[in-house]
């Protein structure tokens, strides 16, 4: 068994910062990408940043130069820096992982967190 477990989020006025936080445990062999989405009130989840495990990033477009997105192998964690945040940053920030795992280590599958809530106010 599997769980992302998110914490870090709350209410932060236009230009403040948050730090969100996901711890991944169970019966893991290797993470290979773990990653952050948010969906806004209304609309579809969509990425904000993604690592590889040799670190490589990748930003959705409006995050880029804002968020930062970092890892920590020995602790199979992923963490997510937001500065200067907008309003239109609030939404539902879910961390997502793909995994290898020892009853199915044939292949990686996606598991998500449940999830925490940023709310920018202007």
């Known amino acids: 068994q599997v769980q992302l477990v998110e914490t870090g989020g709350g209410l932060v006025q236009a230009g403040g910062s948050l730090r969100l936080s996901c711890v991944v445990s169970g019966s893991i062999v290797n993470i290979e990408v773990m990653g952050w989405y948010c969906q806004p009130p209304g609309k579809q989840r969509e990425l904000v940043a993604a690592i590889t495990g040799s670190d490589s990033t990748n930003y959705g477009d409006s995050v880029k130069g804002r968020f930062t997105i970092s890892r920590d192998n020995t602790k199979n964690t992923v963490y997510l820096q937001m500065n200067n945040l907008k309003p239109e940053d609030t939404g539902v920030y879910y961390c997502?992982?793909?995994?290898?795992?020892?009853?199915?280590?044939?292949?990686?599958?996606?598991?998500w967190g449940q999830g925490t809530q940023v709310t920018v106010s202007s």
């Open positions: 997502n992982a793909r995994i290898r795992t020892w009853l199915s280590i044939a292949g990686t599958q996606n598991y």
